[in-house]
C-alpha cells in the first residue's frame, strides 16, 4: 500500500506519536540511570577517565548520558572543565 496523506488514518498518526513519545521516555531513563564520569585531573596530566581508565575523557558512558538527557556533549564538557579550579600560582591569564 502507498502511504499517501488519503492512506495515513489518525490511529497510524497515533500509533507514530505514541513510538516516538515511548523513545523519548526511554532516553530520559537512560540518562538518568547513567552517570557522568567526573574529569581528569588535567593539572597533572592526565586525560583518561577516572572511572574507565583505559578510556579518554569525556568516556562513551559519559557521553551516553549527555546524549540521553538531550545535552550538548561539548557544551557539558566546556563547562565541567571551567569549573575546575585553577591550582595555586595559575591564572587563566597570560
Known amino acids: ?9 489518525q490511529a497510524m498518526i497515533d500509533r507514530w506519536y505514541a513510538q516516538e ?3 523519548r ?5 537512560i ?15 592526565q586525560t583518561a577517565c577516572p572511572s574507565h581508565p583505559a578510556e579518554r575523557w569525556p568516556c562513551p558512558l559519559t557521553k551516553i548520558a ?3 538527557r538531550g545535552s550538548d556533549p ?3 564538557e566546556r563547562a ?4 575546575i579550579p585553577l591550582p595555586d600560582g ?3 591569564e597570560e
Open 31 to 45: 540518562g538518568e540511570l547513567a552517570r557522568v564520569c567526573p574529569p581528569p585531573d588535567v593539572f597533572a596530566g
Open 1 to 9: 500500500m502507498k502511504v499517501t496523506p488519503e492512506t495515513v488514518s
Open 90 to 92: 595559575m591564572s587563566g
Open 74 to 76: 561539548r557544551a557539558e
Open 25 to 29: 521516555l526511554r532516553l530520559r531513563a
Open 21 to 23: 513519545e515511548n523513545y
Open 80 to 83: 565541567l572543565l571551567e569549573a
Open 66 to 68: 549527555w546524549y540521553a
